[in-house]
């Protein structure tokens, strides 16, 4: 009787990775590309208000982490052997989350590029709640990569906690040069084959190449 019990939890175990597996392993849900195309629209004006309106050399303090690039993407890859697509979006949510607060924080009320960045946040929240939607809740739950995991735990630190070396200082254009790049990188179903950048499509099935790119 003990037997058979492990038996059908056994199975039931199996059955629960097969079908999550296809999730975990699946593209960008379509439902996804609308919010995103959305929010592409409104980065593409970003050279105007995220560089004209702001001081020559302006920049912000952001962790080290959030400065999120195309490079740092090609190195996790190599780092986690058959890392899933799913946990970098993940991650790309949560870095970029903690970008707009910052450029937003720093913007007095009347700043001619407050509105435009407001709007960049709710079109990002709303490319997120799609995404949250868009997968099963176990997806969420599953144990991230040490590499990824190590990376999330800087991300949601405290701010008081964190060590001075670990701040650095970047243009609010630079980071939402990042924020575009990254996405189209990570999305790419969503987007022209123009607009996916060479360093991200092109490297993603070459181990060779990615490994000169970070080099």
């Not at 982490?65 to 991650?91: A, C, P």
């Not at 607060?101 to 709303?126: A, G, L, N, Q």
């Amino acid at each position: 009787m003990v037997q058979l019990s492990t038996s059908v939890y056994l199975l039931g175990g199996l059955l629960g990775l097969f079908l999550l597996s296809p999730v975990l392993m699946a593209p960008t849900p379509a439902s996804m590309c609308t919010p995103l195309r959305t929010l592409n629209n409104s980065l593409g004006h970003r050279r105007r208000y995220m560089k004209h309106n702001f001081p020559i050399n302006y920049t912000i303090r952001v962790h080290h982490k959030e400065i999120f690039k195309l490079s740092d993407i090609n190195r996790m890859r190599l780092q986690v052997k058959g890392l899933d697509e799913l946990v970098l979006q993940r991650l790309w949510f949560q870095v970029n989350q903690g970008v707009l607060k910052k450029i937003i924080r720093v913007m007095p009320e009347r700043h001619p590029s407050r509105p435009y960045t407001t709007e960049v946040e709710r079109r990002f929240r709303d490319a997120e709640g799609v995404f949250v939607q868009s997968h099963p809740a176990e997806v969420f739950q599953q144990e991230l990569p040490e590499t990824i995991q190590d990376t999330w735990d800087h991300l949601t630190e405290e701010p008081d906690r964190v060590p001075e070396s670990s701040w650095r200082f970047a243009s609010p254009k630079s980071l939402l040069d990042n924020f575009c790049h990254t996405m189209h990188c990570l999305f790419s179903e969503c987007f022209a084959s123009t607009e996916a950048p060479r360093d991200c499509e092109y490297n993603k099935g070459n181990p060779l190449v990615k490994l000169q790119a970070i080099t």
